[in-house]
């Protein structure tokens, strides 16, 4: 098992729908998110920069696990101003998440939450053995994962939750000959994934949601 993390994990959570122009020309006046039936909204740049930061950069999240240290030290390289407390207040608003790969919080986050799938499997790499792209065809991948990794990004989206995703991935890996006890164990893998996670959505090959029972949930509470 890797070690411990110092600190959580930041995750954000929800699909980009992109800014809102009042009028041709003029700058946003807000950017969007889909979340679960939600569509909340993020009323400034900088606001929305912190959450578009919390999706990792490509070229760093494979060696720097992604906690709020991470993001800060890239806020800072940006020019974003007040990152714990735009930080703070996306957490607030179930915007972002922080989680830390092995603990309970961990569990209930991936028992209420879902992934899904983006972009196109670019397959294996030639100039990088051991590598698969996710990206458009035609172009250099958006991500570049471990087999394992395109293997999440490729079947996870079929379960209702991360926490179901795990199971179901260590079950098809039981069934495998020569699996090992780390790719066969459902805490294991679901450890694994969290700590991966970065690699897929600091290029936009997934995004993270409630779960549609957590959603449904919250829509039926909004609607009395």
Same mark, same amino acid.
């Given at each position: 098992?890797?070690?411990?993390?110092?600190?959580?994990?930041?995750?954000?959570?929800?699909?980009?729908?992109?800014?809102?122009?009042?009028?041709?020309?003029?700058?946003?006046?807000?950017?969007?998110?889909?979340?679960?039936?939600?569509?909340?909204?993020? %009323?400034?740049?900088?606001?929305?920069?912190?959450?578009?930061?919390? %999706?990792?950069?490509?070229?760093?999240?494979?060696?720097?696990?992604?906690?709020?240290?991470?993001?800060?030290?890239?806020?800072?390289?940006?020019?974003?101003?007040?990152?714990?407390? +735009?930080?703070?207040?996306?957490?607030?608003?179930?915007?972002?998440?922080?989680?830390?790969?092995?603990?309970?919080?961990?569990?209930?986050?991936?028992?209420? %939450?879902?992934?899904? =799938?983006?972009?196109?499997?670019?397959?294996?790499?030639?100039?990088?053995?051991?590598?698969?792209?996710?990206?458009?065809?035609? +172009?250099?991948?958006?991500?570049?994962?471990?087999?394992?990794?395109?293997?999440?990004?490729?079947?996870? %989206?079929?379960?209702?939750?991360?926490?179901?995703?795990?199971?179901?991935?260590?079950?098809?890996?039981?069934?495998?000959?020569?699996?090992?006890?780390?790719?066969?164990?459902?805490?294991?893998?679901?450890?694994?994934?969290?700590?991966?996670?970065?690699?897929?959505?600091?290029?936009?090959?997934?995004?993270?949601? +409630? =779960?549609?029972?957590?959603?449904?949930?919250? +829509?039926?509470?909004?609607?009395?």
């Amino acid at each position: 098992m890797p070690a411990p993390y110092d600190e959580p994990l930041v995750l954000p959570l929800g699909h980009p729908m992109g800014p809102f122009h009042a009028s041709r020309g003029e700058a946003p006046s807000y950017w969007v998110v889909r979340l679960g039936w939600d569509s909340p909204l993020l %009323h400034d740049r900088a606001t929305a920069d912190v959450w578009a930061l919390a %999706h990792g950069l490509p070229d760093r999240v494979h060696d720097t696990p992604w906690t709020r240290s991470a993001v800060r030290a890239a806020a800072a390289e940006a020019g974003l101003p007040d990152l714990d407390e +735009r930080l703070d207040g996306l957490v607030a608003r179930g915007l972002v998440a922080e989680v830390t790969p092995g603990t309970d919080v961990a569990e209930q986050f991936a028992r209420t %939450h879902r992934v899904q =799938s983006l972009l196109l499997g670019l397959g294996a790499q030639p100039d990088s053995p051991g590598v698969d792209g996710i990206g458009l065809l035609g +172009r250099p991948p958006l991500a570049r994962v471990r087999p394992d990794t395109y293997e999440f990004w490729q079947w996870a %989206h079929l379960w209702p939750t991360l926490f179901d995703a795990a199971a179901g991935l260590a079950e098809m890996a039981a069934q495998a000959p020569g699996a090992t006890a780390e790719e066969t164990d459902p805490a294991t893998v679901l450890d694994r994934v969290f700590r991966q996670l970065h690699t897929l959505l600091s290029g936009n090959a997934v995004y993270l949601d +409630r =779960s549609l029972a957590v959603a449904d949930a919250a +829509r039926t509470s909004a609607g009395g």
